[in-house]
């Protein structure tokens, strides 16, 4: 249905597609500011770092993150409690990721999983032995996925999630 949606809207001579930029810890300073005036600073830039981190400035993830924990209290807690908080994913992501996870082929997923248990980056061979499959299989399917755009090549045989946020949705 979402497909079909945009779909029609491209066509449709009254609607405009804008890219969006990636946006910068200080805009998530911003953002986070915008929402908790009088909260410290260094929990503040602690929280945004985190979102920006988590989304890898990711305009619709770092929004949905801080809209998120906001509507949960969990961002309020941060700022009165400062500390590491791992974030949660909200619904709205693992929706977004649900969808484009089944689009690709089978047998994909559960080597994107063992890569997310391995960390945010992880090495062919690790995910090959593992996963009782060959490395070359293993690295044509990770090259396939690297397309999507959810993982790519940071080294010979070295993958790397794109955004945290897919990790840890997996």
């Given at each position: 249905p979402l497909?079909?949606?945009?779909?029609?809207?491209?066509?449709?001579?009254?609607?405009?597609?804008?890219?969006?930029?990636?946006?910068?810890?200080?805009?998530?300073?911003?953002?986070?500011?915008?929402?908790?005036?009088?909260?410290?600073?260094?929990?503040?830039?602690?929280?945004?770092?985190?979102?920006?981190?988590?989304?890898?400035?990711?305009?619709?993830?770092?929004?949905?993150?801080?809209?998120?924990?906001?509507?949960?209290?969990?961002?309020?807690?941060?700022?009165?409690?400062?500390?590491?908080?791992?974030?949660?994913?909200?619904?709205?992501i693992q929706e977004v990721l649900r969808q484009r996870l089944l689009r690709l082929p089978q047998g994909t997923q559960e080597l994107l999983t063992l890569g997310a248990v391995i960390g945010l980056t992880f090495d062919v061979d690790l995910v090959a032995d593992v996963a009782g499959q060959p490395v070359d299989d293993v690295l044509d399917v990770l090259e396939s996925i690297e397309r999507s755009g959810i993982v790519g090549e940071v080294a010979a045989d070295t993958f790397a999630f794109v955004h945290a946020i897919v990790r840890n949705a997996l």
């Open positions: 497909r079909e949606l945009l779909a029609d809207l491209r066509n449709d001579t009254h609607t405009q597609l804008t890219e969006l930029a990636l946006l910068t810890e200080r805009d998530v300073v911003q953002l986070v500011t915008s929402l908790a005036p009088a909260a410290p600073v260094t929990r503040v830039a602690g929280i945004a770092a985190t979102i920006c981190e988590e989304s890898a400035g990711n305009p619709f993830f770092a929004s949905e993150l801080l809209h998120h924990l906001t509507v949960t209290g969990q961002l309020e807690r941060a700022l009165n409690e400062g500390g590491n908080h791992r974030l949660p994913v909200p619904e709205s």
